[in-house]
C-alpha cells in the first residue's frame, strides 16, 4: 500500500504535468500545502524529497520550492539523500551487492519469481508511457528489491532492505535526465533476460553494466571495488 508521503507526492506530480504548478513556479508554503493535501509537514517534506529528486522540484535554502523543467543536474547540485549519504558512496555499495543479487536470483529463479520481476518490468513500462515518474521510480525500487529478496540470501536481502531508503533516493536520480528516460527500462529489460535465461554471469554483467550506466546519467563516478 502506498505511503501517505508517496500519495502527495503522486498528487503534486499530476498538478505539475497539468500545469497547475507551471515551470519555474514556486510552490505554496509548507503550512498551506500541507493543509490542502491534508497530510502532516514531515510527509509532505518526504514527498517534495522524492520530486526533488526525480528533477521535478528544486529546493533553494530561504526561497523556496521551485518547479523545474527537468534536465540532468549537476552531481554537486544534487539533492541531499537519506541520512546525507553521498550518491557515490550509494552507488559503490549496490555495485558490491546487486551483481551477485541479480547472479543468484538467475541460478535459482522460480516461474512466480520471473512473473514477479516481469510485473515490475510491466508497471514500469506503464508508468513512463504516461510520464508517471514516481510510478516509474517506484516500480523501479520494487524490481531491486526483488532480486533482492529471490537471490535465496537472507543476508544480502537483509542489507538491501536496510538500505532501502538510500537505494529509492539513488533510482530516482536518473529520471531527471528526460533525454535517457527509458534506459532504466531497457536496462531492466537486459537483467530480466539473463535471469530468465538461467544465466548467472550474464545477469552479473548486465546489472554492474546498469549500475555503471544509471551513475553516469547522473554524473556520478565511483571506484569499481
Known amino acids: 500500500m502506498p505511503s501517505v508521503s508517496h500519495i502527495a507526492a503522486q498528487t503534486l506530480q499530476r498538478r505539475i504535468l497539468d500545469g497547475h504548478y507551471a515551470a519555474g513556479a514556486t510552490l505554496p508554503g509548507q503550512r498551506e500545502l500541507s493543509e490542502s493535501l491534508g497530510i502532516s509537514r514531515a510527509s509532505l517534506r518526504e514527498a517534495i524529497s522524492m520530486l526533488e529528486a526525480l528533477g521535478l522540484l528544486r529546493a533553494q535554502p530561504g526561497k523556496g520550492v521551485f518547479v523545474t523543467s527537468g534536465g540532468q543536474v549537476a552531481a554537486a ?19 558490491v551487492i546487486e551483481p551477485a543479487s541479480a547472479a543468484l536470483t538467475a541460478g535459482r529463479r522460480s516461474a ?34 526483488a532480486l533482492a529478496d529471490f537471490s535465496g540470501n537472507p543476508a544480502l536481502a537483509a542489507i538491501t532492505r536496510q538500505f532501502q531508503p538510500q537505494l529509492a533516493y539513488s533510482l530516482r536520480l536518473p529520471f531527471a535526465d528526460r533525454s535517457h528516460l527509458w534506459q532504466p527500462a531497457d536496462e531492466h529489460a537486459a537483467i530480466l533476460a539473463a535471469v530468465s535465461a538461467g544465466n548467472a554471469a550474464a545477469a552479473r554483467a548486465a546489472m554492474a553494466r546498469h ?10 563516478r565511483f571506484s569499481h571495488p
Open 77 to 95: 547540485d544534487l539533492p541531499a539523500g537519506p541520512n546525507a549519504m553521498p550518491p557515490d558512496a550509494i552507488f559503490q555499495m549496490r555495485y
Open 112 to 145: 512466480d519469481e520471473l512473473a514477479a520481476l516481469q510485473h515490475c518490468q510491466a508497471e514500469m513500462t506503464r508508468a513512463l508511457d504516461s510520464g508517471d515518474l514516481v510510478g516509474a521510480a517506484d516500480s523501479d525500487l520494487r524490481f531491486h528489491l
Open 211 to 220: 549500475l555503471d550506466s544509471a551513475a553516469g546519467r547522473v554524473g556520478i
